[in-house]
């Protein structure tokens, strides 16, 4: 199961996300006889969900009549990023040894080295599938893209293991991490010791840099992250296409990483790392007008427009 927070006529709403058509649950509730909580919050209908229940019969009540599909599908809808405000936005650096590599660094092996967390700030980076991504008038000749497998907390954990870490997700999404590579406040500074470190945590705040959707797939969607197929376009050219079995850390030892220390509470996403193929790696970076595309199998594409 798929879905998607929509805006339809002014109005949000949670349907079923079918690529090019969304099946909104109230008009699938009202057509299958079931009875749903009018709420724009697609949480409550993923697993540990209130509602979750009631989707998932309405999703196989659909899966078997190919009419009701027809009939019931909507295609000028606009996706919504689906979790709004999530308390926390987690991300992954150095997660894929040839991403590592392509920047110039020695990969090294799981069990010498921890998974390298940071956050954006999610009130003012998220953005959405269809959306605008500005390029930043403070730094804007070093903007660059990162396809991610974004991982969707169902429930709170605290200490979880890895063995038990993926019975605490509600859903997997897609994130594009745009990454500013060449900000430098203040030119005239005096360098410090820690002044690189910061100049790259800074790169990644920028307004609508963190594009995540256009659905959330669940677990029985998914039933492996670890093998999933990720590849990224930039105007129609492939640049990345990798794996997520490649991933230095899994899912489930990212989950267990950050629970050892940090609360994860339901809708928090953590964007799980980036493969290679980013810009950077060959001095190409974004431009207004270019369209990328960052798509990930089983959930779906995110599709952005760069602009000034």
Not at 7 to 32: C, H, M, R, W, Y
Not at 147 to 155: A, D, P, S, Y
């Amino acid at each position: 199961m798929r879905l998607c927070r929509f805006e339809q006529n002014g109005k949000a709403a949670v349907g079923f996300f079918l690529d090019e058509q969304v099946i909104p649950l109230s008009t699938a509730a009202d057509a299958a006889g079931e009875t749903l909580e009018a709420t724009d919050d697609l949480l409550s209908f993923l697993p540990h969900g209130s509602q979750h229940e009631a989707a998932q019969k309405m999703a196989e009540w659909l899966a078997g009549d190919e009419s009701a599909v027809a009939s019931l599908a909507i295609k000028d809808a606009s996706i919504l990023t689906p979790i709004p405000r999530p308390n926390k936005l987690l991300l992954l650096a150095g997660n894929y040894a040839k991403h590592i590599e392509e920047g110039g660094e020695n990969a090294v092996e799981r069990a010498q080295t921890y998974p390298y967390v940071f956050m954006k700030p999610p009130s003012t980076t998220l953005n959405h599938h269809g959306g605008d991504v500005p390029i930043p008038a403070v730094s804007p000749g070093n903007i660059d893209w990162e396809c991610e497998l974004g991982v969707v907390i169902g429930k709170k954990a605290k200490d979880v293991s890895e063995a038990e870490a993926l019975d605490y997700v509600a859903g997997y999404t897609v994130v594009n991490d745009i990454s500013d590579r060449g900000f430098q406040p203040n030119p005239n500074r005096k360098e410090r010791s820690r002044d690189k470190f910061f100049d790259w945590q800074h790169g990644k705040w920028h307004e609508g840099s963190c594009p995540v959707g256009p659905c959330i797939a669940t677990p029985a969607t998914i039933s492996d992250p670890q093998n999933l197929p990720l590849k990224l376009t930039v105007n129609g050219e492939v640049h990345q296409d990798a794996s997520t079995a490649l991933q230095i850390f899994p899912v489930a030892a990212v989950i267990e990483f950050i629970s050892s220390f940090v609360t994860l509470e339901p809708g928090d996403i953590i964007s799980t790392g980036t493969a290679a193929g980013v810009g950077h790696a060959k001095g190409v970076y974004l431009k207004a007008g270019d369209q990328v595309a960052a798509c990930i199998e089983g959930i779906g594409v995110i599709e952005n427009t760069i602009v000034v």
